[in-house]
Each structure stands twice: as C-alpha cells, then as structure tokens.
C-alpha cells in the first residue's frame, strides 16, 4: 500500500527566507507526485505535480518540487517566503499502474511565515 | 472557468441524524471524488466516479454513508445514522482526465464542515 510522510508538523520561517517543506513516499512502482496548499476554510489547491522527466518542477506562486528517487523525497521549496504562504501544505502521491490507483496524502505541514 | 461547487457549507446536526452534501464539479469533468478530511490530518478518498459509474468505494463505510451521481454531472453524498466521529470536512474533487492519466490533476471545492453533537 502506498504512502506518504510529512514528518514536519510545522515550519516556521522568516519572511524573506527559504522555504523548505519534506515529503517522503513509499509506493510501488513509479509514482505521480502532487503538493496542495490549503488556506483556513478552504479547499485544496493544486500548486505542482511531477509525472516524469526532469526532477525539478515548477508550479504556482513561486513555489518548486525536486524529485529524488533514490531518496523516495519530494520536498516543496520556495526560494523566498511570503507571510502570504502562510498555509497548510499536503504532499500526495499516486501510483502510475495500479489497481484503484488512487491518490494519497500525508497528514499536512503548517507553514508559518512570520514578517 | 468556475471551480468545484459544494453546499451547504457548514452543516450542524445531532447523533442518528441524517445528512446530504451536494456537489457540482468543474463543467466537463467526468471523474468526481469524495474526501472525508478530519481535523489535523490528509483528505481520505471515500469513492470515486467516472461519469455515473463507481470507480471505487472500497473506503467508504456502507453501512451508513451512501453516494450517487445520477447524470454524471453533480453528486451527492450521504450518510445515515451519523455518528460522532463523521465530524469533518468533506471535500470534493473534480478531474477532466481518468485516474489513469498522467495528465490527471484533482481539483477541489471548498468543502462541507460537519459537526456532528
């Protein structure tokens, strides 16, 4: 069965700074691999996926995803963070061949982005 | 292009009550999904839709919750008795390509937030 770590329950971070958000999976076979954010009373937003090729992706609001696969990490970066990206982010992975094929998700990061 | 629709929004409702959420996905898209988001951890897919068709709802506990997408556009979601610990958010989730599709990317209503008391 897959699965999906994020092992941080919180980042706090200046504004201004790095921003650095960790996932790990564990899946079989090759996965697809998504970061939501989601803002208090609100769904989730999809901000970038990685399906193949090259390992650094980019997506919505300045934000990028590396994908390591000898690592099984997926972790979410944004080179300068914004009190705006205050948010709860959720890695989720899917499976590209198999049955249900269904997408799962870690338990979220809060980020916190102070000014 | 208007996003995933969900009413009501908030939901308040006692113990072996009933209660129905409505949801209307992004014009075109076939595949629809339900969550079920409990405070303080991911979305857990309840069943999933292709067009009028159940994909699959090995999560979803039958014997009280129950899922319908007639026409293959809006759904709804239900669940009978309710229980204390259904309290959650309830997402749905649209997609224009089949689940298995590398172009597949879920997009989400805003949710229904059920307490139950």
């Known amino acids: 069965a897959q699965s999906v770590a994020q092992p941080e329950d919180q980042v706090n971070v200046a504004e201004g700074n790095p921003l650095t958000v960790k996932c790990t999976y564990s899946v079989s076979g090759n996965p697809y691999l998504f970061w939501y954010v989601q803002y208090p009373n609100r769904g989730l937003q999809f901000l970038l996926k990685y399906i193949t090729g090259d390992n650094l992706v980019k997506g919505s609001y300045g934000f990028e995803a590396e994908f390591n696969k000898s690592q099984t990490s997926f972790h979410l970066k944004k080179p300068s963070a914004l009190v705006s990206d205050s948010a709860l982010y959720f890695c989720a992975v899917r499976p590209i061949k198999a049955a249900g094929n269904k997408l799962t998700f870690g338990g979220g990061t809060r980020v916190l982005v102070k000014p | 292009e208007a996003g995933v629709a969900q009413s009501p929004r908030y939901k308040i409702i006692e113990k072996r009550q009933s209660v129905a959420f409505w949801c209307n996905p992004i014009s075109g898209h076939a595949t629809l999904y339900w969550y079920q988001q409990i405070l303080g951890q991911g979305p857990k897919l309840l069943i999933q839709f292709q067009n009028n068709g159940v994909v699959d709802d090995s999560q979803l506990p039958k014997d009280r919750f129950s899922a319908e997408r007639l026409k293959g556009v809006d759904s709804t979601l239900k669940i009978q008795p309710a229980k204390l610990e259904d309290s959650a958010v309830y997402l749905c989730?649209?997609?224009?390509?089949?689940?298995?599709?590398?172009?597949?990317?879920?997009?989400f209503g805003p949710g229904t937030r059920l307490l139950v008391l």
């Open positions: 989730a649209s997609s224009s390509h089949s689940t298995w599709s590398p172009q597949e990317t879920q997009y």
